[in-house]
Every structure is written in C-alpha cells, then in structure tokens.
C-alpha cells in the first residue's frame, strides 16, 4: 500500500476539521482526500455510492482494497507516524469492536457534534470566503 485516498463529506465540520487535522500529520502512506460529492470520487471508486459515504468514512487503498466505518479508521491511523501503534492496538480482535461502535456512534451524530462544537464545513468556509469578496 503506497496511497490511500480518503473520503470524506464535504458538507460536515467534524469531517472538514479532522481532514484538516489528518493532514498536517506525518504519514507513512500518503493520503489524498477527496469529497466524496465531487464528481473525481466516482472516477477514483465507481463503487463509492454503494458503499454509502455519506453515512461512514470510506477509504481506497492504490491496492484496491477499500475500507469503511471502524476499519476504515484503523487504516488511517495506520498511516501516520504518530498513531500507527493505536492502529494495531485497535485492530486487536478484543477492541475492534469497540473501535467499530465508537466510529459507528460519531459517524452517525457528525452533524449534531459538528454544530454544538462550531466546526464550518469545506463548503460553508468556501461560501463564506465567496460571498465576502
């Protein structure tokens, strides 16, 4: 594995900001995000729509491995530096399904934590950046 593309809601703060985040980490394997409403998402994953983005993380590996929710999240860690431990601790049959409900649980609440927390989307931040020029 020597790329991961990454996809993520465009439209979500919690989703914008941890983008953000994962990408000024040090990675072992690059990572590229890509929205998954932008039209590339498809050409990259012509699967994407079936396995449902806009409900949980989904990551492509250059492999054509593709992973979603709670493993999804484990390969992310996996490819940076500082967390690559977590991954592999994570993957532990005894917490996997843990880390699986916590990525589930956040996922499906995104938006709500996205607004109590203040987080500006991809999108909001672009409008708010068009609108006042």
């Known amino acids: 594995m020597k ?3 990454v996809f993520y809601d465009q439209n979500c703060g919690l989703c914008s900001k941890v983008k953000a985040w994962v990408a000024l980490q040090p990675q072992f394997i690059p990572m590229t995000f890509v929205a998954y409403q932008n039209p590339r998402a498809l050409q990259l994953c012509p699967t994407l729509p079936e396995l449902d983005p806009s409900r949980e993380i989904v990551i492509l590996a250059d492999t054509g491995a593709v992973y979603t929710g709670g493993a999804a ?11 690559r431990n977590w991954s592999k601790r994570m993957a532990n049959p005894a917490l996997l399904p843990l880390a699986k409900r916590t990525c589930h649980l956040i996922s499906e609440n995104r938006l709500n934590i996205s607004h109590l927390l203040l987080l500006k989307s991809d ?7 068009t609108t006042d020029n």
């Not at 999240?73 to 967390?83: G, M, P, T």
């Open 3 to 5: 790329q991961l593309f």
């Open 73 to 83: 999240w484990i390969i992310c860690l996996y490819a940076l530096h500082k967390y």
């Open 123 to 129: 999108t909001a931040l672009a409008n708010a950046i």
